[in-house]
């Protein structure tokens, strides 16, 4: 006689089979994008603005047209082994693949709303941010940053320690802004969005709002200050940056 014994594969099993295929089949995508974007690219020439900002950090009369901040980063890697322009691509593709990468593994736990269409948009998105990043210009770093700062957001909203998660992500959204800190009015609401997604709306007490409140405020005086302060610790002669805004 023979003895025919069913196996019953768990739903759960099921799911996470998938996930693991999907999250698979989405990274090797996205390592393909952002090596087609720094092929594409290549060989790199940085726009007028770099050039301008490193320019006035190595001449002798220094001022802060260009920030405070955004000439000394461009001035970090030396040209003298190799070009730098090499290393900094490599640094922008790393925070945007990273952003890419979490931002997805944060959707994939709603897999009823994170259809293929909706990851193909984010791969999509993650290729025109790529190219536009590697243009090399001071907004284009300023997006490298901010994308990656929102991944990692993302990235601990289901983590335990949230709070490291939280810093880290706000360290580089900081960072990014502090190569435009006189346009922090526009990242407002997206930051207030931002926050407010940390916790239930129907969970929402008098000191979560003022949590809110006062992390937005944070991150929009945080740039500034951070630009101010490279412009003073650097000697840097004041020419009135903020004419870049209306110009």
């Not at 690219?41 to 901040?69: I, K, L, M, T, Y």
């Not at 210009?137 to 940053?145: I, K």
């Not at 409140?213 to 610790?233: E, N, R, Y």
Request: charged share 10%.
């Amino acid at each position: 006689k023979y003895r025919i014994s069913l196996v019953v594969i768990p739903s759960s099993a099921r799911q996470n089979s998938g996930v693991n295929f999907n999250s698979r089949a989405f990274t090797i995508l996205l390592l393909l994008i952002l090596i087609l974007a720094y092929v594409a690219n290549f060989p790199f020439d940085s726009g007028e603005d770099v050039n301008n900002a490193r320019a006035n950090f190595q001449s002798s009369n220094r001022n802060d047209f260009w920030g405070g901040f955004a000439p000394y980063f461009y001035s970090l890697i030396s040209d003298r082994i190799m070009d730098s322009n090499l290393l900094y691509a490599f640094l922008y593709l790393l925070l945007i693949g990273m952003g890419s990468f979490c931002a997805h593994r944060f959707l994939l736990r709603n897999e009823r709303i994170y259809t293929p269409f909706r990851a193909s948009l984010l791969l999509f998105s993650t290729l025109i941010t790529s190219l536009f990043v590697l243009q090399f210009s001071r907004d284009g770093t300023l997006l490298a940053f901010v994308w990656g700062s929102l991944g990692l957001l993302l990235w601990g909203y289901f983590k335990q320690k949230r709070i490291l998660w939280i810093l880290i992500s706000a360290v580089l959204f900081v960072i990014g802004m502090s190569f435009r800190p006189w346009l922090g009015l526009v990242s407002i609401p997206l930051t207030f969005f931002m926050l407010s997604r940390l916790h239930d709306i129907q969970q929402l007490t008098f000191r979560r709002i003022l949590f809110m409140i006062s992390g937005s405020v944070a991150l929009l005086l945080a740039p500034i200050m951070v630009d101010q302060a490279a412009t003073k610790f650097l000697n840097m002669a004041p020419s009135f940056p903020q004419q870049q805004v209306m110009i």
